[in-house]
């Protein structure tokens, strides 16, 4: 079983469309994160839930909403890509909110807009 | 406002031979540094955290680092490199002014291992 998994794993999609990224862990874990990963393998976080309560909330473009139904779910929607939203998105899960937690990574989806 | 500065962005070593990736924090408390490798295609795995306590830190696939208050550093090695070393290498700090679980990353190093 794999602990914290994403679907799409890879998206092509044409600029101006909306698309979702979903995630899902089976680790029980109470907080939940998104990364991006630019084309520089530079790593940044855009948003963290922690029992479904929004947490963390980088200058990240208002186009992306993350949506978390549950603590096992966390999705990002994403609206009128741009060029410049390629990149790989990681999911990621702690036990819970702070600084020892360890972040468990999902294995990423590449989003590429044409 | 805490940093990672990882020095190399591409190392390359022979296969057997000592593997050192060099990681440097700027923080104005103690840190609580992290060593995540992602192998091609995949997600970033934890191969070992510092938080308090000892600072030889020992990891996962034989990897150690050591924090070194000193020096700001927290360099990660690896006595003996495998083909199978071959990914990229992050090193972390955890955000410690909002206590929200928040990884502020290096710019990540690219470790080559030839044979």
């Known amino acids: 079983d794999t602990a914290v998994s994403q679907t799409p794993k890879y998206l092509v999609t044409q600029m101006g469309n909306d698309k979702s990224i979903k995630c899902e862990q089976n680790?029980?874990?109470?907080?939940m994160y998104w990364y991006k990963q630019d084309s520089k393998k530079f790593l940044k976080i855009m948003f963290s839930y922690n029992n479904k309560e929004l947490i963390i909330n980088e200058t990240v473009p208002n186009r992306f909403s993350p949506k978390s139904p549950d603590k096992a779910h966390l999705n990002l929607h994403i609206n009128s890509l741009e060029l410049g939203d390629s990149a790989v998105y990681f999911c990621?899960?702690?036990?819970?909110?702070?600084?020892?937690?360890?972040?468990?990574f999902g294995q990423g989806t590449r989003l590429t807009v044409v | 406002a805490q940093s990672v500065t990882q020095l190399g962005s591409h190392v390359s070593v022979s296969e057997g031979a000592l593997v050192l990736l060099r990681c440097n924090y700027s923080?104005?408390?103690?840190?609580?540094l992290f060593w995540y490798v992602q192998y091609p295609n995949q997600g970033l795995q934890l191969l070992l955290k510092y938080t308090t306590g000892a600072t030889l830190v020992k990891g996962i696939n034989g990897f150690e680092a050591e924090f070194k208050k000193s020096e700001t550093s927290f360099h990660l090695t690896k006595p003996s490199a495998h083909m199978s070393d071959a990914a990229e290498y992050f090193c972390a700090v955890s955000d410690l002014s909002g206590n929200t679980g928040k990884l502020i990353f290096g710019q990540g190093t690219t470790l080559q291992v030839k044979p």
């Open positions: 680790l029980g874990h109470d907080t």
């Open positions: 923080s104005s408390v103690p840190p609580y």
């Open positions: 990621a899960s702690s036990q819970e909110v702070g600084y020892l937690s360890e972040a468990f």
